[in-house]
């Protein structure tokens, strides 16, 4: 499908908004002969939905597994379709040698677009006001808030809330660091935010205290006690600095856990037990393709043949012995 620059821009910044990752693909070099030329865009979603033109055949098929891979690494790649794929691999590149291809080569750059977790960090504290700025440079959209909130506080700050009306936040993490100063009326507002992971900083001895004037106050006895405290990692941290820093660390950790939570789920079917991925090699142009997922399928002597595009399909109904036999 051929979208205009303008209309693919407008919807990666659709997707971005609605914070779901998507890859964004451009054809950095051809070629010829080849359908795209340098500069061609698309975007991939992460259902595999493309968007765009980077060309067709093994094209497209090549660059949607790819980008699937590199939404879950997040990290971006480069890649190279052409017709063969010989010994020799450029550094930093990935080859994809596929003889259903037209015959000219595309070096195609992968970028995953993901959406930055959001970081409700209540109180105003001085390990507070330092763990916002170290929370932006390890990739967190930090929200703070606390009565008397302002730039001057929190200037690294994405937002800034003057009290604890946190309904319109949707954060994955919330910190509460008040420290003494209105701990209980910022310990209510993070509850009301719904969100899976709530930390507080304080000692065990101070934090059951709270919690046990928080089951009394709220009833909600599940999320008050799924509130972590003591949080961070153990560097026998003093400073307000090495705090927020301690803090920081054990964020990070549950961010990565949870992605890795996610991977197994989705990859588990409703029974619980793990999904085992079946793959294929398309006979015509060598590429793998994963069977749960194949469009193009074909049976010749009682066996099942998959392949990634319409044309290898074509190819092999014409010709099966020849692709079978070799």
């Given at each position: 499908?051929?979208?205009?620059?303008?209309?693919?821009?407008?919807?990666?910044?659709?997707?971005?908004?609605?914070?779901?990752?998507?890859?964004?693909?451009?054809?950095?070099?051809?070629?010829?002969?080849?359908?795209?030329?340098?500069?061609?865009?698309?975007?991939?979603?992460?259902?595999?939905?493309?968007?765009?033109?980077?060309?067709?055949?093994?094209?497209?098929?090549?660059?949607?597994?790819?980008?699937?891979k590199v939404l879950k690494e997040g990290q971006a790649?480069?890649?190279?379709?052409?017709p063969t794929k010989d010994g020799y691999v450029e550094?930093?590149?990935?080859?994809?040698?596929?003889?259903?291809?037209?015959?000219?080569?595309?070096?195609?750059?992968?970028?995953?677009?993901?959406?930055?977790?959001?970081?409700?960090?209540?109180?105003?504290?001085?390990?507070?006001?330092?763990?916002?700025?170290?929370?932006?440079?390890?990739?967190?959209?930090?929200?703070?808030?606390?009565?008397?909130?302002?730039?001057?506080?929190?200037?690294?700050?994405?937002?800034?809330?003057?009290?604890?009306?946190?309904?319109?936040?949707?954060?994955?993490?919330?910190?509460?660091?008040?420290?003494?100063?209105?701990?209980?009326?910022?310990?209510?507002?993070?509850?009301?935010?719904?969100?899976?992971?709530?930390?507080?900083i304080a000692s065990k001895t101070k934090s059951d205290?709270?919690?046990?004037?928080?089951?009394?106050?709220?009833?909600?006895?599940?999320?008050?006690?799924?509130?972590?405290?003591?949080?961070?990692?153990?560097?026998?941290?003093?400073?307000?600095?090495?705090?927020?820093?301690?803090?920081?660390?054990?964020?990070?950790?549950?961010?990565?856990?949870?992605?890795?939570?996610?991977?197994?789920?989705?990859?588990?079917?409703?029974?619980?037990?793990?999904?085992?991925?079946?793959?294929?090699?398309?006979?015509?142009?060598?590429?793998?393709?994963?069977?749960?997922?194949?469009?193009?399928?074909?049976?010749?002597?009682?066996?099942?043949?998959?392949?990634?595009?319409?044309?290898?399909?074509?190819?092999?109904?014409?010709?099966?012995?020849?692709?079978?036999?070799?």
């Amino acid at each position: 499908m051929r979208m205009e620059s303008d209309a693919l821009l407008y919807r990666a910044a659709s997707l971005k908004s609605e914070r779901k990752p998507f890859a964004l693909i451009t054809v950095v070099r051809a070629v010829s002969p080849t359908s795209a030329k340098p500069g061609a865009k698309a975007i991939v979603e992460a259902d595999g939905v493309i968007q765009g033109w980077i060309g067709g055949g093994c094209a497209q098929p090549a660059v949607i597994k790819m980008a699937k891979k590199v939404l879950k690494e997040g990290q971006a790649r480069l890649i190279r379709i052409s017709p063969t794929k010989d010994g020799y691999v450029e550094e930093g590149i990935t080859n994809f040698g596929m003889a259903c291809h037209s015959g000219g080569t595309l070096d195609i750059f992968i970028d995953p677009v993901i959406a930055r977790p959001v970081l409700l960090l209540i109180g105003a504290t001085a390990a507070a006001q330092a763990l916002v700025g170290l929370a932006q440079r390890v990739g967190f959209s930090v929200t703070a808030a606390f009565p008397g909130a302002d730039s001057e506080m929190f200037p690294e700050a994405d937002n800034i809330i003057d009290g604890f009306d946190v309904a319109d936040v949707v954060p994955d993490f919330v910190i509460v660091a008040t420290q003494g100063k209105l701990d209980e009326q910022g310990l209510e507002a993070a509850i009301t935010t719904g969100a899976d992971y709530i930390g507080f900083i304080a000692s065990k001895t101070k934090s059951d205290k709270l919690k046990s004037y928080l089951k009394e106050s709220c009833g909600d006895v599940l999320r008050v006690d799924a509130i972590i405290s003591p949080i961070g990692l153990e560097i026998d941290a003093v400073t307000p600095e090495e705090i927020a820093l301690s803090v920081l660390a054990g964020l990070v950790k549950a961010r990565r856990q949870a992605v890795e939570v996610e991977e197994v789920q989705s990859a588990s079917c409703c029974g619980g037990s793990r999904e085992v991925e079946i793959s294929a090699i398309d006979t015509v142009c060598g590429m793998s393709v994963e069977v749960k997922d194949a469009e193009f399928h074909s049976k010749y002597n009682d066996k099942d043949y998959y392949f990634c595009c319409g044309g290898c399909l074509h190819r092999f109904q014409n010709e099966p012995r020849k692709y079978v036999s070799a």
